[in-house]
């Protein structure tokens, strides 16, 4: 009797510490950020072609997030918000050097992100996590700034946008392509070219092929990953691989959003096949709005007003989807109002890591709207550089600032908001309304035409709880050495690592230094 009673104590033993095993094994951590796309690209929020199979299947099977914001209207500020969980204003992403201009890392930029700025990456570092990011960086293109400096190990892609080409004259070099800490290409060049005649490049195959290899490669036993897929075929020039060149009713804009939907689906079916999808959490959003101004080689906003550029909804509501099959129940919807920042807390929270508590942090963990659908009130802020433009409370938002761009720029054909100018809201003087804003119920009015009278009682009442708010914010505000401010011709990509063994060194021109100048 006690041999038999002996032999199932130590079954249920073992089984006990197979399952303490299993919990123990920290997730895998995926995050993909799409470039310039819109909330009205995917068919699951509403586009009428339904070419993005991948992605509402993945919103199937996981959570849709319907209130999910970035951090900023413009690339560079919030891809470091969503890195370090901290505002543009807090981590030095910005400009003072006008009031409420948008600011980002072109090839002249002479700052970066800080050293003193802690990163997913590097918080992930500390559980050890094996950390890549592939595609764009753009928070800097110093050697200081670069991502192997900040807690990845390792990079494919290039530190810029990819605008060109240059043809690397004495005004402009083409923007490197690295692997890890040295480059290996330009470009417009070679394997690297992006034809601008027809949009055809196999960077988008190129990106793909990269994450794949990354999720697969050996590791040693129960180490976890973090994979940054970051590809930016949808920024202007627009491109494609060859195979949905011309695929698309929506022309090449749709092209490029079929080839990434591809990606997706890639990525997804590989984590099924290797048997990791169950331990692998899936974030999938854009950096900002969908840049309306490129007309028809740029993506949809869907319901909402203006574009990238603007801090209007247009320009920071995002497509938002978490998918990890096993832990977030499918077909959820989340009405948890979000922003990228709050990966970093969400992450930290599921590999059992502290948060750093040295600073201001605006992260808050998803992991209960995800898992069992709970909600929280809270603020969203909406800046524009060095200016708070807006807030948004539970189903409110509140104007404190309006503006899309100036009138010389407008009349030269730069239109932020291209056939949705609402009257005294799509300003092109910037319009302090900070005494009494315009206010916006965004659940009956999502495309912020009719804001509430301010004589209402709504009105008040939303006002007197919003004023708290934002008086709280900025008393609390400690901004940070702005990185945006300062420009200059030599630190362009004329000599990068890796050129010299390339043969791809260029001339260095003299130093220029100069306040950069921002239009809008």
Not at 28 to 57: A, H
Not at 109 to 130: F, R, T
Not at 279 to 284: A, Y
Not at 471 to 481: E, I, Q, R, V
């Amino acid at each position: 009797m006690y041999s038999g009673m002996g032999k199932s104590i130590s079954l249920v033993v073992l089984m006990f510490c197979m399952i303490m095993q299993a919990d123990a094994t920290l997730p895998n951590f995926i995050i993909m950020l799409m470039d310039d796309m819109g909330y009205g690209d995917l068919g699951v929020f509403g586009e009428p072609n339904k070419e993005t199979p991948n992605l509402d299947r993945m919103a199937r099977e996981g959570a849709l997030l319907t209130d999910f914001y970035t951090a900023n209207p413009l690339c560079s500020p919030s891809r470091a918000a969503l890195l370090s969980g901290r505002l543009p204003i807090r981590n030095g992403f910005y400009t003072d050097n006008a009031h409420a201009r948008n600011a980002y890392t072109p090839q002249d930029i002479v700052g970066g992100i800080q050293d003193d700025e802690i990163l997913i990456p590097e918080l992930l570092q500390k559980a050890g996590y094996n950390s890549k990011i592939v595609g764009k960086w753009h928070l800097g293109h110093q050697p200081q700034f670069l991502p192997l400096k900040h807690g990845f190990d390792e990079w494919f892609g290039a530190p810029n946008c990819h605008f060109g080409p240059y043809n690397n004259n004495k005004t402009m070099p083409n923007i490197p392509v690295y692997r890890n800490d040295k480059m290996v290409g330009r470009y417009y060049e070679g394997a690297y070219n992006i034809d601008r005649a027809t949009g055809e490049s196999n960077l988008t195959l190129f990106y793909i092929t990269e994450a794949l290899e990354f999720i697969s490669k050996p590791r040693p036993k129960d180490q976890p990953f973090f994979l940054y897929w970051a590809p930016d075929s949808t920024h202007a020039p627009v491109y494609s691989s060859k195979k949905f060149l011309g695929s698309s009713r929506r022309g090449i804009y749709g092209d490029a959003v079929r080839d990434l939907d591809a990606g997706v689906g890639a990525i997804l079916n590989q984590l099924t096949a290797l048997g990791i999808a169950n331990n692998t959490l899936v974030f999938f959003t854009s950096d900002n709005g969908a840049a309306i101004v490129s007309k028809t080689h740029g993506g949809s906003n869907g319901p909402f007003l203006c574009g990238k550029e603007t801090t209007f909804e247009g320009g920071l509501h995002e497509p938002g989807i978490a998918w990890w099959p096993g832990t977030i129940p499918s077909g959820t919807i989340s009405h948890q109002s979000a922003t990228v920042m709050d990966y970093m807390a969400t992450l930290a929270d599921f590999a059992g890591l502290p948060l750093p508590s040295d600073r201001q942090l605006d992260s808050m963990s998803l992991r209960q709207a995800l898992t069992n659908g709970s909600e929280v009130k809270r603020p969203v802020y909406y800046y524009r550089g060095n200016e708070l433009m807006a807030v948004r409370y539970g189903l409110y938002k509140a104007h404190l600032w309006t503006w899309t761009n100036g009138m010389d720029e407008f009349n030269h054909g730069i239109n932020f908001c291209p056939g949705e100018e609402v009257e005294g809201v799509t300003t092109h003087n910037q319009t302090d309304h900070s005494s009494q804003p315009i206010i916006f119920h965004l659940g009956r009015d999502p495309g912020e035409k009719y804001p509430l009278g301010v004589r209402s009682a709504e009105y008040k009442a939303v006002w007197a709880d919003i004023q708290v708010i934002v008086d709280a914010h900025k008393k609390g505000l400690k901004p940070a050495k702005p990185q945006l401010n300062y420009c200059d011709n030599a630190v362009m990509n004329w000599a990068p690592p890796g050129c010299k063994e390339l043969n791809a060194c260029l001339p260095v021109p003299k130093s220029t230094l100069k306040k950069c100048v921002w239009p809008h």
